[in-house]
């Protein structure tokens, strides 16, 4: 199985929105609100064939997850 390359949405210590490569340093994008934060990751991740966006609460906890590109096991039917 091919590893998926992994952007998270979270929210900054200053209030402000993210979007950050795991294991990367800075961020990719960042932004003044959640859904700004949201398109500007789906875009970034709509332009990698494999990839996952996976958003947070303010909190930190884990929302909802988003892939692109092919899926390796597609459901049968």
């Known amino acids: 199985m091919t590893d998926r390359t992994k952007r998270h949405v979270t929210q900054r210590p200053d209030g402000d929105w993210q979007v950050k490569k795991e294991g990367a340093q800075r961020a990719s994008a960042v932004t003044d609100t ?31 997850e988003r892939t692109y590109g092919k899926d390796p096991h597609p459901p049968k039917g």
């Open 34 to 64: 959640k859904q700004e934060a949201v398109k500007e990751g789906a875009s970034i991740s709509r332009n990698d064939p494999n990839s996952q966006l996976l958003i947070h609460k303010s909190d930190g906890r884990f929302q909802e």
